[in-house]
């Protein structure tokens, strides 16, 4: 079952309403150390809450990685606070926290309703029933239907203070997902319409929006976009830009986004090469079937500031064999001895 969307200029009716609904006693928030304040989300949970006798939970003591102890750690919270519903509010490392902790929760039996509140326009980690956690250092992507979270509330003010670095990482993750969802061999006709309409609100506005951080319309349109491509990768999942994207994180710091970026050229070029849709994908992208895909995504993800700077003393080979084989294995075409070699080669030279 898909979540309910809330998609609104005005949050603290939309919350406070439903808090009213549900008769909420206990609250557990799930949020950043600093975001949640600088992005006014804190201020609009507290207007919220205002004149309301809720108890609530704040839990904000994780890393910006994930790590599975501390999911553990929020799940001891939850166990002994025994919250109404758990509220998940921030990027895609809060997303993934709220939605690991209400998982584990579920093993546990406490079933428990979770709402998700993005503060970024990117991951579309509020629409999927996936999320990423560490465990021993390794990224590891969890599957399970109770991760998808039950209420959406979508409103673009809490992106408005994104700065542009923030931005292109989570914005150009968003287009990735819409892309690589479109190319999937998992892609049916209801993933292909939410990849269009992402393409269509991300694209172009990515681009000018880095530049001009405060132009809000723009804003409205990437966290649609974002949202329209996280419900597209909830069906088809994601591909081999993802599934590199892991160890260049891990070993080398990359934000996910900018890891997505690394090598997002070249399979651009690989997989749209003689895919029955590279007409139509280059048609929503505004390319003519004379441009090379693998150059104009180099000259894309370097016009946003998300540069490929090497390894930062890590080995290439060995990092390019760390690839999360459960995402690669969607990819349209095969990753042969011969296409790791040329992806090893490409990134040397660009």
């Given amino acids: 079952m898909n979540p309910i969307i809330d998609f609104t200029n005005d949050i603290v009716p939309i919350l406070r309403g439903r808090l009213v609904s549900m ?7 799930v949020h950043g150390k600093h975001s949640y304040a600088q992005c006014g989300a804190a201020a609009a949970v507290n207007e ?3 004149g309301l006798a809720i108890h609530v939970t704040d839990f904000e003591n994780f890393s910006s990685n994930p790590k599975d102890e501390e999911a553990q750690q929020g799940l001891s919270l939850v166990l002994q606070t025994k919250p109404d519903v758990i509220i998940g509010i921030g990027g895609g490392s809060v997303m993934d926290m709220a939605k690991m902790i ?9 079933i428990v309703p979770l709402w998700a509140i993005p503060t970024t326009a990117g991951t579309g980690a509020e629409t999927t029933h996936f999320a ?3 465990r021993d250092g390794k990224k590891c992507s969890v599957e399970a239907e109770d991760i998808l979270p039950d209420v959406v509330m979508l409103y673009p003010p809490f992106t408005y203070n994104n700065d542009a670095y923030l931005t292109a990482c989570t914005g150009f993750d968003a287009l990735a997902q819409a892309i690589e969802a479109y190319w999937n061999p998992n892609a049916t006709k209801e993933s292909d319409s939410y990849s269009l309409r992402a393409i269509a609100h991300i694209h172009s506005q990515l681009l000018t929006c880095v530049h001009n951080t405060d132009v ?3 804003r409205d349109d990437l966290l649609y976009g974002a949202y329209c ?3 597209a990768i909830n069906i088809t999942k994601t591909t081999a830009p993802h599934a590199f994207s892991y160890a260049f994180t891990t070993y080398c710091g990359y934000p996910h986004g900018h890891a997505v970026a690394i090598t997002f050229p070249y399979f651009a070029k690989l997989n749209m090469a003689s895919h029955p849709k590279n007409e139509e994908l280059r048609w929503w992208l505004g390319l003519s079937k004379e441009t090379d895909l693998q150059q104009y ?3 894309y993800v370097k016009s946003i500031g998300l540069v490929y700077s090497g390894t930062r003393g890590q080995n290439l080979h060995t990092l390019l064999n760390r690839v999360n084989m459960e995402r690669l294995k969607n990819n349209p075409v095969e990753m042969t001895i011969e296409r790791m070699n040329e992806l ?3 990134l040397k030279n660009n």
């Fill in 216 to 218: 809000h319309y723009l």
């Fill in 297 to 299: 995504f180099l000259d």
């Fill in 48 to 50: 919220a809450l205002q």
């Fill in 102 to 110: 209400r998982h584990y929760a579920a093993e546990q039996g406490y």
């Fill in 344 to 346: 090893e080669s490409f």
């Fill in 229 to 231: 491509a996280g419900r």
């Fill in 23 to 29: 008769h909420a006693q206990y609250v557990f928030i």
């Fill in 132 to 134: 990423v956690v560490y």
